[in-house]
């Protein structure tokens, strides 16, 4: 398979070069130049395969022989390595929970599938790679326990000081080894900005091998496809394909689903929920892509103004509008609308569903509402201990905390105070080799 960038200005690579570049020289987002069909044989005996047999017949083409096929399978089969359950909530309506992974959110499928093959690559050509990343909340810890122990590579994270959960800070800051943390005295924006300079900083590249872990980089987008070919394992009327609603952010893991059904997944339709964050919505509208600031919501890893997969999904409907609009649509949800959401099905359900995943439970009961014979899956992106602040006041009760939480809770925090100019993470970078 090769990759082509979308901004066509730079050379055609493989899934090796894509997994250490992360975005092509022209900064556009890399791309697979052909979409693999599965055959109607692999979709008919899904029930009697593994589950690592399903991801790895759905991965092979993408990487072909940059892995060997034994290799492959390893990394495979310790990337899904927790269950996806599919959980009833209400008629019609099931949750696709991906949140039962080492950092309780579905970024763990991604994080770790990407920390595996960089490491392959790593040992393979006798390289050493730091990886440089910012983050919000949580795609640190999803990072950091994804490259934990990984060999060749050293990670090292930027998170605002005082702006991430607890719990976030927790999982980001004591894992030790090749995992370091740095505290930024300041805000995520400054995190966010200091990583691009580095990027761009010929003293450090001449020192340091660099490389991102961000969610546009091939190795994290395409495992997500895993998700939607292992919810319809287990969907029990495989004559009616379901909607599937899919919490979206950056779009990566929607654009996953809508990969996985153009190599023959059936699904009858994709919504795109969102927060107050409307672009995408906005855009089904008038067809006018407009990008925003971002405004902050309780399903914070959802606040972005200018989702960097959207290009993606164009890519893969050739920007012809009408046959995006054939098999998915988008859809703006309140704060309010998601907390009664979670109010009302916690009572009525006995179902705790977590601020992002309600937004998408809400977006699919509108699309039922008004197409009643339809059957549906909401995906549940995050445990709700993660957002117990937001979550907690609303259901007015404690939430227990799963035993993968409390362990870490004890431990001992671990980070380097720097400074929000980029001198200071460039006196630390350079101070690394
Ligand atoms: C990252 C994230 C999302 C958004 O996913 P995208 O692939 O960026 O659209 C939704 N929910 C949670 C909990 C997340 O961490």
Redesign the pocket.
Known sequence: MKYSSLNRQSESINFETATIKGQAPDKGLYFPEHIPVLPTTFFNQMESLSDEEIALQVIAPYVEDVIPMAVLKDIVASTVHFPMPLEPVSTGVVALELFHGNTL???DIGARFMSRCLGYFVRNNNQKVTVLVATS???GGAVADGFYGVDGVEVIILYPSGKVSTVQEQQLTTLGNNIIALEVDGNFDDCQRMVKMAFNDPSVSAQLFLTSAN?INVARWLP?QFFYFLAYKQWADKHQPPVIS??????????AGLLAHQSGLPVKHFI?ACNANDVVPQYMQSQHYAAKQSVATI?N??D?GD?S?FVRILALFQNEYQSLTNIFSSVSITDAETKQAIQEVFTNHQYLM?P??AVGFVALQKYLQAHPHEKGIFVE??HPV?FFDVVEPIINEKIAIPPAIQSIMHKTKKAIPIGAQYEDLQAFLLSRR
Request: with cysteine.
């Open positions: 959110a579905f970024k909340g949580d795609t969610s997500q899919v919490p979206s952010g950056n779009f990566g893991n929607i654009c795109a399903s890893a959802m972005v989702p997969n977590d992002h995943g992106t995050a993660k």
